[in-house]
């Protein structure tokens, strides 16, 4: 009898390790649904339902060795683990969680990036950028970190914006781990003016930030978060839609126009830097 019931139990795990890994698999699946759009540069959401990169980080991520915690230059937040774009008081907030190596937050970008600049720009709103590593953890490699760290090095010099966006506009396939080559990352540091220095460089093949993007993940993973990218306007999530309505450049301007109704632009001083 006892033999039976160690058999017994024996099964039951081994069902629920099956379990596991059908569900690991139906979230990858999940992940490709997303796909950008040629007409009007917008994502094709409204009938997609599962979004974005299963949360389960940890294995894959480097470590730093000493462990302090660098913050950029301007960073902001709790434990100042946001990356500020924008007027600092403009009426709205666009909040987005991020990992360089997520196909979905390319997408994303993509899509959204010159809505969100001139939104930006026209001091309507403000966008707090949050970076995470969850790839690192499901596939292995470091190429979500070190372009993280290499974000938060071009953030010190007031370049994170424009080297955020050349990033994404040049991200590999998921599986390609460019991004853990320090090479890859100075390379294209060389497409923003001015952000190719030794201090820039000492920066990323340093690892500087990277205890700090450590932080910043395990802030994502405790926040409950479904995956990357999550965009929240003023707290409320709006990817891939708003209550009932799906997420598209028209209904984005709408949405900051009704949450900034009765409130002023903020005043917008130029930056140097562009985007």
Same mark, same amino acid.
């Given at each position: 009898?006892?033999?039976?019931?160690?058999?017994?139990?024996?099964?039951?795990? +081994?069902?629920?390790?099956?379990?596991?890994?059908?569900?690991?698999?139906?979230?990858?699946?999940?992940?490709?649904?997303?796909?950008?759009?040629?007409?009007?540069?917008?994502?094709?959401?409204? *009938?997609?339902?599962? &979004?974005?990169?299963?949360?389960?980080?940890?294995?894959?991520?480097?470590?730093?060795?000493?462990?302090?915690?660098?913050?950029?230059?301007?960073?902001?937040?709790? +434990?100042?683990?946001?990356?500020?774009?924008?007027?600092?008081? *403009?009426?709205?907030?666009?909040?987005?969680?991020?990992?360089?190596?997520?196909? &979905?937050?390319?997408?994303?970008?993509?899509?959204?990036?010159?809505? /969100?600049?001139?939104?930006?720009?026209?001091?309507?709103?403000?966008?707090?950028?949050?970076?995470?590593? /969850?790839?690192?953890?499901?596939?292995?490699?470091?190429?979500?970190?070190?372009?993280?760290? *290499? *974000?938060?090095?071009?953030?010190?010099?007031?370049?994170?914006?424009?080297?955020?966006?050349?990033?994404?506009?040049?991200?590999?396939?998921?599986?390609? +781990?460019?991004?853990?080559?320090?090479?890859?990352?100075?390379?294209?540091?060389?497409?923003?003016?001015?952000?190719?220095?030794?201090?820039?460089?000492?920066? &990323?093949?340093?690892?500087?930030?990277?205890?700090?993007?450590?932080?910043?993940?395990?802030?994502?993973?405790?926040?409950?978060?479904?995956?990357?990218?999550?965009?929240?306007?003023?707290?409320?999530?709006?990817?891939?839609?708003?209550?009932?309505?799906?997420?598209?450049?028209?209904?984005?301007?709408?949405?900051?126009?009704?949450?900034?109704?009765?409130?002023?632009?903020?005043?917008?001083?130029?930056?140097?830097?562009?985007?």
């Amino acid at each position: 009898m006892s033999d039976k019931n160690e058999e017994g139990k024996r099964a039951a795990r +081994d069902r629920l390790v099956q379990q596991r890994e059908r569900e690991k698999a139906r979230e990858r699946r999940r992940r490709t649904l997303i796909v950008s759009t040629a007409v009007v540069g917008v994502l094709a959401l409204a *009938a997609v339902i599962g &979004v974005i990169a299963a949360n389960s980080g940890g294995k894959g991520e480097k470590a730093t060795g000493a462990g302090t915690v660098v913050a950029p230059s301007g960073a902001t937040g709790k +434990d100042n683990l946001a990356i500020p774009v924008g007027a600092d008081k *403009a009426p709205s907030t666009l909040t987005i969680w991020e990992d360089f190596r997520c196909p &979905v937050c390319a997408q994303f970008e993509n899509a959204f990036r010159d809505t /969100i600049h001139q939104l930006e720009s026209s001091g309507q709103l403000k966008v707090e950028y949050h970076l995470a590593t /969850i790839i690192d953890g499901n596939l292995g490699g470091s190429g979500s970190l070190d372009a993280a760290n *290499a *974000a938060a090095c071009a953030q010190s010099v007031g370049k994170f914006s424009a080297y955020h966006d050349v990033l994404y506009r040049n991200q590999p396939p998921e599986t390609d +781990d460019a991004f853990g080559k320090s090479s890859k990352l100075i390379g294209l540091a060389g497409k923003v003016e001015g952000l190719d220095t030794p201090a820039f460089r000492s920066c &990323v093949e340093g690892g500087t930030h990277n205890t700090w993007v450590q932080k910043s993940n395990t802030a994502f993973q405790n926040g409950g978060f479904r995956g990357t990218p999550t965009a929240l306007l003023n707290g409320e999530s709006i990817f891939p839609k708003k209550g009932n309505e799906p997420i598209t450049v028209a209904n984005l301007k709408k949405w900051v126009t009704e949450a900034n109704k009765g409130k002023q632009p903020a005043k917008v001083t130029p930056s140097p830097t562009g985007s």
